[in-house]
């Protein structure tokens, strides 16, 4: 702002172990947004390091975090992302065709993951033939089609009702309980109480680390 920087994250600093399962949360202007940023690899950071999947993204191109993301992260968003003429199931193999998988193999893979998230009878149904719940769990099964090392996502529950939400926690539960890192982004303390670990952040710096030692019954 003028001459006086204005820095969205300061000193913020921490590992996430694979398979563990983290809550970023806290108030707008916090740094969130930014932090997720970083994590997925869609922004860098003027200082620091960030290091994914053992290997230091500082000073990588676009092009090369982009392959980066493609191949160690998956994405779940708030709004679902899907493509409204694409299938669940073409929406979901997707990100397979920008990693050069051949059709017959996309599409396995894609119904593999979809059967694995509870949709295995929505194969061939668009966006608008879903409920909000089944459009996310799509959403997943796209995220997790690549086999990520990192499954990050921002606000998942945020256009939900509170039935669906709990579902949609449930299933990445789930899926964290078969060994999938798992990141989440929210805003809403009740979707954090949900994860052993939660990264509060206060005006860019990480106020608590919270570890809980039992988890609330589900």
Not at 67 to 94: D, M, S, W
Not at 95 to 100: K, R, S
Request: include cysteine; proline fraction near 4%.
């Amino acid at each position: 702002m003028g001459k006086e920087g204005v820095w969205a994250l300061r000193g913020v600093s921490f590992e996430v172990e694979a398979g563990e399962m983290i809550a970023i949360i806290g108030p707008s202007g916090s740094g969130k947004s930014t932090l997720m940023h970083i994590l997925g690899c869609l922004d860098v950071p003027t200082a620091g390091r960030y290091i994914l999947a053992g290997r230091d993204t500082t000073g990588l191109s676009d092009k090369e975090l982009a392959r980066l993301r493609n191949k160690e992260i998956g994405f779940v968003f708030q709004t679902f992302h899907l493509l409204p003429r694409y299938t669940a199931l073409e929406n979901v193999a997707l990100p397979l065709v920008y990693a050069g998988v051949g059709r017959r193999e996309r599409l396995r893979r894609a119904q593999q993951v979809l059967e694995a998230v509870g949709l295995g009878d929505r194969l061939h149904h668009r966006p608008n033939e879903l409920s909000g719940g089944q459009r996310q769990r799509v959403a997943i099964a796209r995220a997790l089609v690549n086999r990520p090392s990192l499954l990050l996502a921002d606000e998942p529950t945020g256009n939900l009702d509170s039935a669906t939400s709990d579902e949609i926690l449930r299933l990445f539960l789930e899926l964290n309980a078969q060994g999938h890192t798992v990141v989440i982004v929210t805003h809403e303390p009740d979707v954090a109480a949900r994860t052993r670990r939660q990264l509060i952040l206060r005006d860019g710096l990480i106020a608590e680390d919270r570890r809980a030692a039992h988890l609330p019954v589900t």
